[in-house]
C-alpha cells in the first residue's frame, strides 16, 4: 500500500510513468501523507541530473538547467498555479473577481512578470549558494515545495463552490496526514542540512501559515492555484534563505 499510494504521488505531482492511465480520487487522497517524499525523490533526482551536469558544464549552465529541468519533470504544473494565482490577485478587485480570472488558461501581465522574475530569482539564487551547501539544497527544495500543500491546506477552506482539486486537499488533510508531513519534513532537514536546515524548516513553516491567513482573509479559502503559487513560493523561500545562513 506504502508503495503503491507513493507511486500515486509521484504520478500527480510529475510527469514520471507509473503504469497507471488515471488517478481515483480515493487513491489521490491515500496518497497526499506522502507529498513531502515525493518531493525529496524529485530533489534526488535533480541531485542526480546535477551531478551529471557538473561533469560536462560549467556552473551557470548546471544551475539553470536543474532549475529547467525540474519544471519539465512537473509538467509546468506549479508555475501555471503561481501565474494564475498572480493574475487573480493583480486583476480582481474582490473575491469574486479574482477567482473568475485565476480560472482563466490565458497568461496576464502580472502572470508572466511573476513566471519570469520566479526563475529568474531561483536562478540567481542557486547560482549564488556556495558549492558545498548546494547538493543540500536540491535535496531538499523540492521536498519543502510538497510539504507546504500540507500546512497550507490543514484546517483550511476551500475558496471555491463545487468540486475541484484543491477540494480535496483541504479536506483530506487532517490531523494525521499533517503531523506525517511535519514529522518527514523535520526529519530530512536535520538529517540532510543539519541545524541549518531546520532553520529553514521553521522559517518555512511560519512563513506558509502566514500565506494561508492572507489568502483565506483574501479570497475565503484556499484554491488549486494558490496551491500551485505556494509549493513555488516555498521552494524559492528556501534557495534564499540557504543563501542568507550560508554566510
Known sequence: MFLND????LQFLTILPSGKKEIRKEELERSIPYFPLAG?????????????????????????LVLLFLVLLTGGLHMDGLSDTLDGMGFGKDRESSLKIMRDSRIGTFGAIGLVFAILIKYLALNNIQSFYVDNILLLMPLYGRWSVLVLGYQSQYAREGDGIGRI???????????????????????????????????????????????????????????????????????????????
Open 40 to 64: 525529496l525523490i524529485l530533489g534526488l533526482l535533480s541531485y542526480i541530473i546535477y551531478m551529471i551536469l557538473s561533469l560536462l558544464l560549467p556552473r551557470d549552465l548546471c544551475d539553470i
Open 169 to 247: 486537499f483541504v479536506e483530506k488533510i487532517k490531523k494525521e496526514v499533517y503531523l506525517k508531513g511535519i514529522l518527514t519534513a523535520f526529519i530530512a532537514s536535520l538529517i540532510i542540512f543539519q541545524l541549518r536546515g531546520l532553520f529553514i524548516f521553521t522559517v518555512l513553516f511560519f512563513t506558509v501559515s502566514f500565506l494561508k491567513r492572507y489568502f483565506e482573509k483574501r479570497m475565503g479559502g484556499i484554491t488549486g492555484d494558490i496551491f500551485g503559487a505556494v509549493i513555488e513560493f516555498s521552494e524559492i523561500a528556501a534557495l534564499l534563505l540557504t543563501l542568507i545562513i550560508q554566510f
Open 6 to 9: 507513493l507511486k500515486v504521488s
